[in-house]
């Protein structure tokens, strides 16, 4: 199983509209511009949202796309599957009867099985409201570390020239 452009780019909007959503209605300009995605590609994927009820889309100046519900009302495997249809890692999966030929007699069904158990109840797991906790959290750890090696620079750069003037001396 793989999970396309459309699957990724779809939880990342998700994401976004999610996190801007007390602002009112969400531009795709904006969302496009601060996720680096085609603005093009998030209108197909948008649309595709749109009409199965996750978004809700406003029209006129301030008009944009903003969450149907919560980002608590909302898995990951929901939007994924929205997406990218049936997640089976086999086709014999895919459809609600197994109507392989060889699904009595097949040795690696179970694996299938359960592997296709085990994918779906993990990203069924989590939320958007989740998501956006984790990125919140990486969020506030970024700027800390981005200080700290800027401390590290500066700390070597004194030491350089401190080492210089003691061989000056």
């Given at each position: 199983?793989?999970?396309?452009?459309?699957?990724?780019?779809?939880?990342?909007?998700?994401?976004?509209?999610?996190?801007?959503?007390?602002?009112?209605?969400?531009?795709?300009?904006?969302?496009?511009?601060?996720?680096?995605?085609?603005?093009?590609?998030?209108?197909?994927?948008?649309?595709?949202?749109?009409?199965?009820?996750?978004?809700?889309?406003?029209?006129?100046?301030?008009?944009?796309?903003?969450?149907?519900?919560?980002?608590?009302?909302?898995?990951?495997?929901?939007?994924?599957?929205?997406?990218?249809?049936?997640?089976?890692p086999v086709a014999c999966l895919s459809e609600p009867d197994n109507r392989c030929g060889r699904s009595g007699d097949c040795?690696?069904?179970?694996?299938?099985?359960?592997?296709?158990?085990?994918?779906?109840?993990?990203?069924?797991?989590?939320?958007?409201?989740?998501?956006?906790?984790?990125?919140?959290?990486?969020?506030?750890?970024?700027?800390?570390?981005?200080?700290?090696?800027?401390?590290?620079?500066?700390?070597?750069?004194?030491?350089?020239?401190?080492?210089?003037?003691?061989?000056?001396?």
């Open positions: 199983m793989r999970i396309s452009t459309k699957g990724r780019y779809a939880l990342r909007l998700m994401m976004d509209i999610a996190a801007h959503d007390g602002e009112g209605y969400v531009s795709l300009r904006d969302a496009a511009v601060r996720q680096g995605i085609s603005m093009k590609y998030l209108e197909q994927i948008a649309g595709m949202l749109s009409r199965s009820g996750v978004l809700q889309s406003g029209r006129g100046a301030q008009g944009g796309y903003r969450l149907a519900n919560a980002p608590e009302d909302y898995t990951v495997g929901h939007i994924l599957r929205l997406t990218e249809g049936n997640l089976a040795s690696a069904q179970d694996f299938w099985e359960g592997l296709y158990e085990t994918v779906n109840e993990y990203i069924d797991r989590f939320t958007l409201a989740d998501l956006l906790e984790a990125q919140q959290k990486k969020d506030q750890v970024e700027p800390i570390c981005i200080l700290t090696s800027k401390r590290a620079v500066s700390g070597a750069k004194e030491e350089k020239r401190l080492a210089g003037e003691e061989k000056r001396l």
